[in-house]
């Protein structure tokens, strides 16, 4: 069993930065793989990075790629996505959910087994 619980989301103006924090606590932390998924008003689920056991990242938003970025401390059992430049289009509720297999990466949030409660990024003037 694994809990997640995502943090550091709030309103930040265009061009502004925001970094989420995912502390995963329960067994064995180290061994998942987690990715982190959004869902914006009135839109689908859509994932957007991962980070495996490896430390190999994955993107699944061609949008993002040259502003955010993914990491792991594993001393802390917390993985971070940094989001620079965010504009509107960014706005959502961010998730950071775990799979177990900690090498294979998915932009499927049908293939992660568990999920934190959500932290709200709102990019607005």
């Known amino acids: 069993q694994l809990q997640l619980a995502e943090s550091g989301g709030g309103l930040v103006q265009p061009g502004g930065s925001l970094r989420l924090s995912c502390v995963a606590s329960g067994y064995n932390p180290a061994i998942y793989t987690i990715g982190w998924f959004r869902q914006a008003p009135g839109k689908g689920r859509e994932g957007v990075l991962c980070i495996n056991s490896k430390l190999e990242r994955t993107y699944y938003s061609e949008s993002v790629k040259d502003r955010f970025t993914i990491s792991r401390d594993g001393a802390r059992n917390t993985v971070y996505l940094q989001m620079n430049n965010l504009n509107s289009e960014d706005t959502a509720i961010y998730y950071c959910?775990?799979?177990?297999?900690?090498?294979?990466?998915?932009?499927?949030?049908?293939?992660?087994?568990?999920w934190g409660q959500g932290t709200q990024v709102t990019v607005s003037s």
């Open positions: 959910a775990a799979k177990a297999g900690g090498l294979t990466c998915s932009g499927s949030g049908s293939m992660y087994d568990y």
